[in-house]
């Protein structure tokens, strides 16, 4: 797999293919390479955001605008099964690379391309970073809070996006191997962010007729998390039968009924919370847990990030791995979450590649 472009969209779905066992080889622009390998600047050589989207991959570095390096990088694509790439649309067709190009260089080659708005439309050769889709997908105000948009951290969009372009890769090599010919294949991060938005943001806004006049759904919105006297709780109480068990832990069987006879579910969990915002602080988390355990209602202690790295449960499962890489030392990764009965757990430990440091191997017979 050639992967070509920057930040996290598609290094993220080819780290997600490394870790499944595909040998991915980055292309990247010398001497740099990568501009999320110096993301906020870190201390170390490399940050660690871009380890974390690149473990385990190759490196070639080609500048596309120098004279004969397209012409060396179709060489490479001759070979290769997989193509991603997250540029702005119109760069691929300036730069020699267009598709047109790549299938005649491999007609058996799978071409994804993931851009913001997809390659057509008024938006489609528009900058975009993940908040900038953020706002034009609703979601900023599907989430807000106190009628003010929200931005969400954590790249959700690119981590979505890049979901589906490794989704998309391997349905297409299975649709490959019946018909023996390659596929186009465009991802927007705007249709990503709507596709897994709307399953329950844009409820209200999903049977058409008679819709609400208020496009949020605030049954959504409504969940939080619990202050005890030592730390912090969530409880989600999801049936009649967990909220009447959830009430009787708490000592309050009686307000099973007031909370159940609330209008609607989002009245109904708003209810649930300020009841139990009264009695919660009055004990410790070990307390709640234990009382909440009792009667099988569905809890946890809101860990700190340190404390979920050395949960038993996260130490059984195996999550997190520990390694040393060269010039950075002690590292921690984070294994591929399906396990395979045949081969168990996986993932990629390995460290992210240097700039070019694979040209020897993949452009050495290139002209």
């Known amino acids: ?112 391309y993931v851009t913001g708005y997809g390659p057509e439309g008024p938006n489609a050769d528009n900058p975009v970073f993940d908040l900038i889709v953020q706002a034009a997908s609703g979601l900023s105000q599907a989430t807000a809070r106190a009628n003010t948009p929200q931005a969400q951290p954590g790249f959700p969009v690119d981590k979505i996006t890049a979901m589906m372009a490794a989704q998309s890769a391997l349905a297409a090599l299975y649709a490959r191997s019946r018909s023996g010919r390659g596929e186009r294949i465009d991802i927007s991060m705007l249709a990503a962010a709507s596709y897994v938005d709307f399953i329950d943001l844009f409820a209200n806004r999903t049977f058409v007729d008679g819709a609400p006049e208020d496009p949020l759904n605030h049954h959504a919105l409504s969940p939080r998390v619990l202050q005890a006297k030592d730390g912090w709780i969530a409880v989600a109480p999801v049936s009649g039968q967990a909220i009447r068990r959830a009430c009787e832990a708490v000592g309050h069987p009686e307000w099973a ?53 050395d949960d038993p449960q996260v130490r059984v499962q195996e999550i997190y791995r520990m390694t040393r890489w060269p010039e950075i030392g002690q590292v921690r990764t984070v294994r591929y979450p399906a396990e395979f009965a045949s081969v168990g757990r996986i993932g990629s430990v390995a460290p992210p590649p240097a700039v070019g440091q694979d040209n020897d191997e993949f452009l050495m017979d290139q002209p």
């Open 257 to 309: 009924t007031e909370i159940r006879q609330a209008p609607g579910q989002t009245q109904l969990l708003l209810r649930f919370f300020e009841l139990f915002e009264t009695v919660i602080p009055t004990q410790t988390t070990a307390h709640w847990l234990a009382l909440f355990a009792e009667q099988d209602v569905p809890a946890s202690l809101c860990l700190t990030m340190d404390e979920h790295l």
């Open 1 to 112: 797999m050639l992967e070509v472009g920057n930040y996290v969209s598609s290094p993220y779905a080819g780290q997600m293919l490394v870790d499944l066992g595909a040998e991915v080889i980055k292309v990247e622009a010398p001497p740099e390479g990568d501009l999320f390998r110096h993301f906020g600047r870190p201390p170390t050589p490399i940050s660690p955001l871009f380890a974390n989207c690149n473990r385990g991959k190759r490196s070639i570095s080609l500048d596309l605008k120098a004279p004969g390096s397209v012409e060396r990088l179709l060489g490479v694509v001759a070979t290769s099964d997989i193509w991603i790439s997250n540029w702005r649309t119109g760069v691929a067709d300036r730069l020699g690379l267009g598709d047109e190009v790549l299938e005649a260089a491999n007609e058996r080659l799978i071409r994804i």
